[in-house]
């Protein structure tokens, strides 16, 4: 099994973030307690309910208690906030099974590349850069001799050439396919 534990745990955070979502939401349907403690003061000339006036220094303190109870009433909203939050969930969900899948195909397509292009370098290596090579030769060799003329040898040597460049080409891939393959397995 490969370590992909950066790339999964970003997407593992947003299912968590999401589940965590839904229990708030969940949570605003029970009813909620509240207690609440206040203390103040007045300075100065007030009326009190008699309508007579009382003079309060900075001293003099006021303290009130006020407890209270919330139940929500209209459920229609809270039960459509719960399943909205439940939908981002499945959808987070979602979104980590398919980037999991979507990196196991790129990191296997990687593989497949980088070991097609090693069987194309081992076959170009054994089998046909040995006949380029032996081919240009001989040619080299019958244009010294005077067998061919320059423009045969010129023909010959662009053959040669246009193997080579498959071999450097088929290099090139196979490097940037172990480069894929290594910042899939490293970075992810």
Known sequence: KLDVKPFAQYYQSRIELSQANTRVEKSRLLPELSFSYMNQSFA?????????????DGSTRFSSWMVGLNI??????????????????????????????????????????YEKYTDQL???????????????ELSTQRLQRGEISYMEWIFT????????????????????AAITLHHLLTEF
């Open 44 to 56: 100065g000339w007030h009326t009190l309910k008699d309508r007579t006036e009382q003079y309060y």
């Open 72 to 113: 929500p009433l209209f459920l229609k909203s809270y039960r459509a906030r719960i399943q909205a939050a439940s939908l981002m969930e499945q959808i987070s969900q979602k979104e980590y099974e398919w980037s999991m899948l979507s990196l196991h195909m790129n990191i296997s397509k990687a593989m497949q590349d």
């Open 122 to 136: 081992h076959m170009l290596a054994e089998q046909e850069m040995p006949l380029v090579n032996q081919t240009l």
């Open 157 to 176: 040597l662009r053959q040669v050439s246009e193997v080579r460049i498959q071999y450097l080409q088929t290099l090139r891939e196979q490097w940037f």
